[in-house]
Nanobody
């Protein structure tokens, strides 16, 4: 499975930004997809995840109510509203056969895309 993320950029606080991730490869329906983010010097943190059907969605507490994850088969999006400076990070698209509810950390994820930088200025 290959993952290609896009959509990062520089925005001001309270602005919105949408990240996209396009997956390619076999048996994509076997994978939940989602996002992690990482600030330099810190671990990668879970942001959101979504099942293949799009029925099940999971969010980190820090983004719940502001971010919305969606998926149309192999294409996944993360709509980020009311952005805060603390949302500044490199965002990584991921895919894993485990359901998103069991993504306790970045270790062991099956596939990672290259990161896309989101910078939120105050």
């Amino acid at each position: 499975v290959q993952l290609q993320a896009s959509g990062g950029g520089l925005v001001q606080a309270d602005a919105s930004l949408t990240l996209s991730c396009l997956a390619s490869g076999r048996a994509l329906s076997a994978y939940d997809m989602g996002w992690f983010r990482q600030v330099p010097g810190k671990e990668r943190d879970f942001v959101a995840a979504i099942s293949w059907s799009g029925r099940f969605k999971y969010y980190a507490g820090a983004v719940k109510g502001r971010f919305t994850i969606s998926r149309d088969n192999a294409k996944m999006s993360l709509q980020m509203n009311s952005l805060k400076p603390e949302d500044t990070a490199v965002y990584y698209c991921v895919a894993d056969t485990r359901p998103g509810s069991r993504w306790y950390g970045a270790d062991g994820m099956d596939y990672w895309g290259k990161g896309t930088l989101v910078t939120v200025s105050s």
